[in-house]
Every structure is written in C-alpha cells, then in structure tokens.
C-alpha cells in the first residue's frame, strides 16, 4: 500500500501542473526532510519556507519521501563529515559563537549527523536542482508519453487515492 | 512567476498554530516524562513526578511529588519532595541551556514508605550509572590493604622459607643504589680524566718555580713584561681548570647527596620488609594500629564508600577545565552520531542551579529527628564555565528538642580549574551512630549515640578522608557461632582462640573511638585505623603470646637481614667509597690550583711597578 501510495505520488508530481523549475526546486528543498534527522529547528524553518516559496510542494513532499531511505544509508558518511567539522580547530571559535548563540543550537547543529547531512544537502542541493529539473523535463518529454500507454499505469492513476491526491495538488503546484 | 506565495501564508501560520498549540498541550507532560526517564535511568530505580508546570514567560517551573526511590530498598525512598519551584533564566533557554537562579524546595523527607515498587527490571537496575558507580568504588574499596587478623602461626614451627628476596622492597632498592653508584663512578671517573687538571698545576708550578728569587732589575724592563704576561696566562689556565672542576665537583656533591637519601631510605624499606615477611609467616602484628585496621578497618571503610562515590561520580561527570566535550548523541531512529559541546568561560553552562535553598523536617522522635536547613549554590555540569565552586551547607534550624546537639555539613567542589579541589566537612554531634560488625573477632559493637566527623579534602589527583566517631556508652554483642565455641579448650591461634580472647579484651570498653584515614593518590590510596579497640587487643594479645610473638619476630627478622644486609652494607660501601674516591680527588685537585695560584699571584704583585704598561698592579 505504501510503496503504491509512493508510485502514486511520483507519478503525481512529475506531471503535476507545476515547472520543472518549481517541481525541481521542490525537490531539491524536501530532501533536506530526508537527508536530515527530523525534528531540529532548521527543519521547522526550511517546511516554512517551502510552504512560502512559489514551488511545487507535492515536489517537497516527493523529495522527502525519496530522500528518506538515501538519509539512513548515508548516516555513516554524514557523521565522518559531521566529526570532521566539528573537530576541526579552524572552525572551533565558530561553533564555539554559534553554541552560545540564541536560538541556534536548537538546530542541534553540533551533532555529527545533523551537520554532516545538512551540510552534504547544502552542497549538492544547486546540483541536484539542475538534475532534477532536467529529470522531470525528460520525463515530461519522453517517458510520460509512453508510460502513458501502460496498463499498468492506468491502474494506478485511475485509483482513488491518485484521484483525491490530484484534487488536493490542484490547489497547490 | 512570483518567487513567493503569499496566499500559503495562512497555512502556514496556521502549521505554526498547530506547534504552539501541541507546545502548549504537551509541554508539561514533556517536561514531567523527561525528569522521571531521565532520574530513573540515572537512579537505577524508578523517579517519580505527580505533575510539571512551566510557565515559559514568567520563568517558572514548578514541580510536584517528586518521589526518588532508595535503589537498594525498592519499597522506601531516597527523598521525595512535595513541591519544588524553580525560577528560570530565559536567556539560557533560548541558548537550550538550563539555568534556575532560584530553587525553592519545600517539604523534603527522607526515607518514607512508597505504596508500590520502584525496582526496575535487573537489567536495567544494573547499567544504571548510579549502580554501576556503586560496584566501581566497592570494587576499588576491596583493593584497599586492610590486613587480615589471623593468628594461625602461633604454636607451630614458622616456615620462613617461603620469604622471597625478590620480594623484599630493600633488597630492590640496596640493588640498585649499587648499580647507580657503580655507573656514577664511571662517568665521573671519565670526566675526572677530562677535567685533569695536572698540566696546569705542572706548568704554574714550574713557572713559580723559575720566578721564584728573581729581581726585576736583573730581568730588566722587557723580561719582567714577559714575566707578568706568562703569570696572567697561566692564571687564567688556572681559572679556566678550576671552573671545570667546581662544576664538576656540583654535580658530584648533588648526585651523592641523592644517593645518601636513597641510602636513608633503606632502613625504612626494611622495616616495611620486617612486616611483609610477618604478613608472609602469619605473624600477627601487635601494633595496635594493625589491629585496629583488621578489626574495624572493613566496618569504617563502608561508611566512607559512599562519600568516594561521589567523588567518582564528579570524576566522570564533570570535568575539569573548558575544553569541547564529545557525547554520544540522542537516541533515535537514524544514526545518534556524536554530539559536540563548545563551553566558553563566562557564558551559560548547559545545566546551572544557581541558588537553592529549603528547609525540611525528620519528623518523628529518633536522633536524626528535627528542623533543619540546606543550602546549595553553584550546580553545574560545567563548573569551568561557569567560574565558580558548588558550595552546600546543612545546619540544625531552631531549637533542639530531641535528637543531635549539632549537625553541620559543609562542602565546596571546585572544578573551575585543570586541577580538581573538593572538600566536604561533616560535624556531627549527638548522632545516632552505626552498628559495626567485627567480623574478624565475631563480635558487633552498637556505638549508639556520639559524635561522628566525616571529612574528605582532594587536589588534583591526592586525597585525605577521616572519619571519626566517638561514643561512650556502646554496648557489644557477640555472633552466635563465637559465643558458642569452647574458647577454654580451644588450642592457641585457633579462631575460637582468638574470638574469646578479642571478646576478653573489648567487651568491657564503654568508652570507644575510631579514626579511619584514607591518604594518598586516588587510585591507590593507602588506609589505616586507630583505634583504642586495637590497643586493647593488642595489649590483651602481648599477654597472652608474647614470648611465642618474640621468638617469631627473631626468625622473621634473622631471615630478612640474611637476605638484605649483605646488598646493604654494598650499598653502603659505595657510597662511602664515593666519598673518598671522586669527591676526595676534587677537592685534591682544587687546594693544589688554589695553592699555586696564590704563588703566581704573589709573583705578579712583586713585579707590579706602577705607569709601566705592562707591569701595571
């Protein structure tokens, strides 16, 4: 159920009415969701920002989802990148400014994890941008047209939950 | 295309609702679940919390029917507290940082019965940090030498072959004073042949010699100027030479002056063997500090476990200094990580209680019973940060109706440096005091009602803990298996023996006091009691074998000085043959350059006319 419920959402964002641009930023701001551990300030601020931002939000709530499984099998390198930071004597008087600060260290930034993931998701998010948007481009181009023809995916785009996921995504690009 | 969209702004303040909202639902049940979660885990048995309620913008939280559970009895409490009230620092929170400028506790009892359980399953119960704390110090207190009273050698043949002289401490040390004397007489005998300072005695002497009668006007103007330039040159020979061997000499002096403390130190390392070897043959020691040591030094120990605890705790808890600190990070679902702590001097520690004070009554009519005052300041888990001491105070309040004439204790643990300072004072006075058990001599002594004096003072890595207890009106019982032994047919040394004869002499004191002293570095201190229970058995046990005693400690001591004396008097013997070797050849050598330095001196002085360039004075 889940896994079409996942389907159902691809499916639904790459052809929802939004831009490419739009669809991609989304994703590229949702994997923060994924590749970061959940419940930190900086999480709280970026879901605000992304209900601002003019782009798709089922492309948020797509790259969240995709992102998710790629957080848990990357926690190893996060926190190396994270004990690498942390550690390191150059940046020490930073995090020291920032450790003492208000408000920041709600972001639970000091832990390994949370600043190797969120600082791997800084890094590729302008790359993953411009890869997305040129996923969904394709898609649109190529892919759609012949998926299109699938019985497979007339199933799945013609059940219930893709028909309210589509009424409730027409609100929202 | 609009960068942003305006009209999401309701969701979104409606999402922010949405977290005030649960903030505001949750908060106090957050609060109440982490302090009982986190007491518990720490306790090793179960904290419990009626109610939490948080005030963020007052900066109040105050807390009710906070309930502690005494770890080793599940079914009494440690504490429990009926309200607590702390006054918060929200600048500190805006940091995630705790900081309570005021602590209000109010109804604070100790001891009470809980309706249910607070055990938690074993497992839990036993990695809990306060339960493995406890097994640390009782294990590290189970390393502490407290010697064994055991009599059994007497009115049998000693085997004193079982002395070893690998185990004999002067034995070690005569050893290697030779060896260092042996290896300093070398080196010094290579330097002294550098230093020689023979051909410059030889050549001033010959030089003195040829100067010697001679006129300056026979030598004329130009002959007496080289005259004076050869005594300057080999003055300054003679300078330069004793320089070496005063430098020479320095050494020398210094390092046989640490040979001789070394020697010093032999007779006190054979005295330590003369008790070693005692131990070794079971010749039970009538030193009543030993006595006293095996027979209450187990009882008094336990009571100083617990304030050792402590310290261990403090040890690992709060460390000393500000330097970033890892943790592991939370428990969840991904990866914990590590979690990174930047202190900085001067600023927020991550927990603060600044101030607390309360007062709190043991009810009831026992000795302990009455009003009483506390006062903490300074609780942090960053001392260092902070820049101050925790400070506590405990004092009898009001009138003293029944129970201690005087309690007071006081204490300062100051981690605000590299080198940890603590110190804890406790004055007791008309106390109920412990029931020791002597099991060495199967005996209790129930020491009732006294003064007891608990101090513990450390720097850095050395420590001193006392505790004294006086009391005199004790009262002493014995096991029921001692009292029931035959002691009259008992042969000498045997347990029944030594039971009847420890009971002979202790059972009529009224009048007791015993002093237990911790000394030395932490992780090995020493230990040792006095006690005027250990001078009673030993006076009791010098009249009941003190001739079999003296003609043990003979054999002991024969068998040791048969070991040691030899590698001794060696020792000995180099440090006398260094004296009159190396030492007595410098001090030769300086007189000669003293001496003929004078003649030359004496020389120039005669040639000396006065405007002449050259022959200047």
Do not use: C
């Amino acid at each position: 159920m889940l896994l079409l419920k996942f389907i159902q959402q691809l499916i639904g964002t790459l052809n929802s009415d939004g831009t490419p641009r739009q669809v991609a930023a989304g994703i590229a701001l949702g994997a923060v969701f994924g590749l970061t551990p959940l419940m930190n300030l900086h999480n709280l601020v970026l879901f605000g920002l992304a209900l601002i931002l003019n782009l798709s939000m089922a492309g948020v709530f797509l790259g969240w989802a995709v992102f998710v499984p790629v957080g848990f099998a990357l926690d190893p390198l996060f926190d190396a990148i994270g004990k690498a930071l942390l550690g390191a004597d150059v940046l020490r008087p930073l995090w020291t400014s920032l450790y003492n600060m208000p408000v920041v260290p709600f972001t639970n930034f000091n832990n390994s994890v949370v600043l190797g993931s969120f600082v791997f998701w800084l890094v590729t998010l302008v790359p993953f941008y411009f890869l997305w948007k040129w996923a969904v481009m394709r898609y649109r181009e190529k892919v759609y047209e012949r998926l299109k023809k699938m019985r497979f995916f007339q199933l799945i785009t013609a059940s219930k939950l893709y028909t309210t996921y589509r009424s409730f995504t027409r609100f929202v690009p | 295309m609009k960068l942003f969209r305006w009209k999401a702004l309701i969701p979104l303040a409606l999402f922010f609702a949405v977290v005030v909202l649960a903030w505001v639902l949750f908060v106090d049940r957050l609060i109440k679940l982490g302090i009982e979660a986190g007491g518990t885990a720490v306790n090793g048995a179960r904290v419990e919390l009626a109610s939490a309620r948080l005030r963020l913008f007052q900066g109040d939280l105050r807390l009710r029917g906070l309930q502690v559970t005494d770890a080793d009895q599940p079914m009494r409490n440690l504490f429990a507290v009926d309200e607590i009230e702390l006054d918060l620092g929200l600048r500190a929170l805006l940091e995630k940082k705790f900081d309570a400028e005021t602590v209000a506790v109010r109804g604070l009892t100790f001891g009470g019965a809980r309706k249910t359980s607070g055990a938690l399953p074993k497992r839990a119960a036993k990695t809990a940090p306060a339960a493995q704390t406890r097994d640390t110090v009782q294990g590290w207190a189970h390393k502490l030498p407290i010697p064994s009273l055991d009599l059994g050698s007497l009115g049998k043949a000693l085997d004193i072959k079982g002395v070893s002289p690998d185990s004999l401490q002067s034995l070690a040390q005569a050893r290697a004073l030779v060896g260092s004397g042996d290896s300093l007489k070398t080196a010094w005998d290579g330097k002294l042949a550098a230093a020689n300072p023979r051909p410059v005695i030889d050549s001033a002497q010959a030089l003195a010699k040829r100067l010697s009668g001679t006129d300056i006007r026979r030598l004329g103007l130009s002959g007496a100027r080289d005259a004076a330039a050869s005594i300057r040159s080999e003055l300054t020979a003679i300078k330069g030479a004793r320089d070496r061997l005063t430098s020479l000499q320095n050494d020398v002096t210094g390092q046989i002056a640490s040979l001789r403390s070394r020697a010093a130190a032999l007779d006190q390392a054979r005295a330590a063997d003369y008790g070693y070897a005692r131990r070794l043959v079971k010749v039970p020691s009538l030193d009543p500090k030993d006595l006293a040591t095996s027979l209450v030094g187990p009882a008094a120990l336990q009571r100083m476990v617990p304030q050792l605890a402590y310290l261990h705790i403090l040890d690992h808890r709060i460390p000393p200094g500000i330097k970033p600190q890892r943790q592991a990070g939370p428990k969840r679902a991904r990866m914990a990580g590590t979690t990174f702590v930047f202190p900085k001097a001067h600023r927020y520690p991550a927990l603060l209680l600044e101030f607390a004070e309360g007062t709190f009554t043991l009810p009831g009519r026992t000795t302990a019973a009455g009003d009483y005052i506390a006062r903490l300041t300074g609780v942090t888990t960053e001392p260092a940060v902070y820049g101050k001491p925790l400070t506590f105070l405990a004092d009898r309040a009001g009138a003293v109706a029944v129970g201690p004439q005087r309690i007071h204790i006081a204490g300062t643990i100051d981690r605000t440096g590299e080198v940890p300072r603590d110190s804890v004072v406790a004055d007791l006075t008309g106390v109920g005091l412990p029931t020791l058990d002597i099991a060495a001599a199967g005996a209790r002594v129930d020491l009732r009602t006294g003064v007891q004096d608990i101090s513990f003072s450390r720097v850095g890595d050395s420590i001193t803990g006392r505790w004294f207890v006086h009391s005199d009106s004790v009262t002493w019982s014995r096991h029921a298996d001692s009292a029931a032994a035959p002691a009259a047919s008992a042969p000498i040394g045997s347990r029944a023996w030594l039971d009847a004869l420890v009971w002979g002499a202790v059972s009529s004191l009224k009048d007791v006091e015993i002093e237990a002293r911790i000394h030395g570095r932490f992780a090995s201190p020493g230990f040792d009691v006095s006690s005027n229970i250990g001078g009673a058995v030993s006076r009791a046990l010098g009249q009941a074998v003190a001739a079999e005693l003296g003609r043990a400690e003979t054999m002991v001591r024969a068998k040791v000085d048969s070991l040691v004396g030899p590698q001794v008097s060696a020792a000995r013997a180099r440090l006398a043959g260094l004296d009159a070797g190396p030492l007595k050849a410098l001090t030769d050598d300086r007189s000669q350059l003293d001496g003929v330095q004078a003649q030359l001196e004496q020389r120039l002085r005669s040639l000396a006319v006065p405007g002449i360039p050259g022959l200047r004075p």
